[in-house]
Nanobody, 128 residues
Framework: VQLQAFGGGFVQAGGSLRLSCAASGRTFSAGSSDTVGWFRQAPGKEREFVAAIRYSGGRIYYSDSVKDRFTLSRDNAKNTVFLQMNMLRPGDTAVYYC???????????????????WGQGTQVTVSS
C-alpha cells in the first residue's frame, strides 16, 4: 500500500488549501474496514491527529483544533481522500501526513499506532 500526500504550500492566515491523499495497492470502498486519517507534525512537536474517515459507515472525526475549519471528503473513483483547510492559522503550520489502517474502532481513530501505512508528508506553511 502506498499513499501519496500532496497539495501543501505557503498561504497567509485566513487562506485555504486543499490536501489530497492518493492511494495505490488498496482500494477504499464503503464496504471496507479502512480508515484514512490525516496527521500533522510541527517542528519540535509530536505528530498529532487532524481528521479521519472510516469508510464503513462514512463516519468522519475531527480534532477540536480544526473542527469547523477543515473538511474531509473522499472520491471513491479516484481512491483519494481530501482535506479542505479553510481559515488557516499560523498554528496550522506543519508537515501533514495521511495514513491508513484497518478495523480501527471509532474511539481509536486519533491514535497514530493504529495506522499501518503512511504517506511521505506535505508541508503547509501559514504566515501571519
Amino acid at each position: 500500500v502506498q499513499l501519496q500526500a500532496f497539495g501543501g504550500g505557503f498561504v497567509q492566515a485566513g487562506g485555504s488549501l486543499r490536501l489530497s491523499c492518493a492511494a495505490s495497492g488498496r482500494t477504499f470502498s464503503a464496504g471496507s474496514s479502512d480508515t484514512v486519517g490525516w496527521f500533522r507534525q510541527a517542528p519540535g512537536k509530536e505528530r498529532e491527529f487532524v481528521a479521519a474517515i472510516r469508510y464503513s459507515g462514512g463516519r468522519i472525526y475531527y480534532s477540536d483544533s480544526v473542527k469547523d475549519r477543515f473538511t474531509l471528503s473522499r472520491d471513491n473513483a479516484k481512491n483519494t481522500v481530501f482535506l479542505q483547510m479553510n481559515m488557516l492559522r499560523p498554528g496550522d503550520t506543519a508537515v501533514y501526513y495521511c495514513a491508513t489502517g484497518r478495523r480501527i474502532i471509532l474511539s481509536a481513530m486519533s491514535r497514530r499506532d493504529m495506522y499501518d501505512y503512511w504517506g511521505q508528508g506535505t508541508q503547509v506553511t501559514v504566515s501571519s
